[in-house]
């Protein structure tokens, strides 16, 4: 069974970055998509970026020009490069990926952000 892993979150200071990092543990054969959610207390999960097989990103608002999402299609992995990071950016960070028909989402990981 083909399992979500991510890595790289943690505690920053305001005006720090991470970066983010989510593979596959199996393989799946046509991602057609992935992304990254976020999570915040008393709030709901909300798309950050995504990015398609072809290249094609899209972002919400609130953190274009600071997140840049990419992928390596022959690890099966995509990445979050967060810079000047806000208070605001804290919260669990959930990868997502559609291939092979499924949805398959990561555990979350935790970015926290000091101000």
């Known amino acids: 069974q083909v399992q979500l892993v991510e890595s790289g979150g943690g505690l920053v200071q305001a005006g720090g970055s991470l970066r983010l990092s989510c593979a596959a543990s199996?393989?799946?054969?046509?991602?057609?998509?992935m992304g990254w959610y976020r999570q915040a207390p008393g709030k709901q999960r909300e798309l950050v970026a995504s990015?398609?097989?072809?290249?094609?990103?899209n972002y919400v608002d609130s953190v274009k020009g600071r997140f840049t999402i990419s992928r390596d299609n022959a690890k099966n992995t995509v990445y979050l490069q967060m810079n000047s990071l806000k208070s605001e950016d804290t919260a669990v960070y959930y990868c997502?990926?559609?291939?092979?028909?499924?949805?398959?989402w990561g555990q979350g990981t935790q970015v926290t952000v000091s101000s």
């Open positions: 990015i398609t097989s072809g290249g094609s990103t």
């Open positions: 997502r990926f559609i291939g092979d028909g499924r949805l398959y």
């Open positions: 199996g393989k799946i054969f046509n991602i057609n998509s």
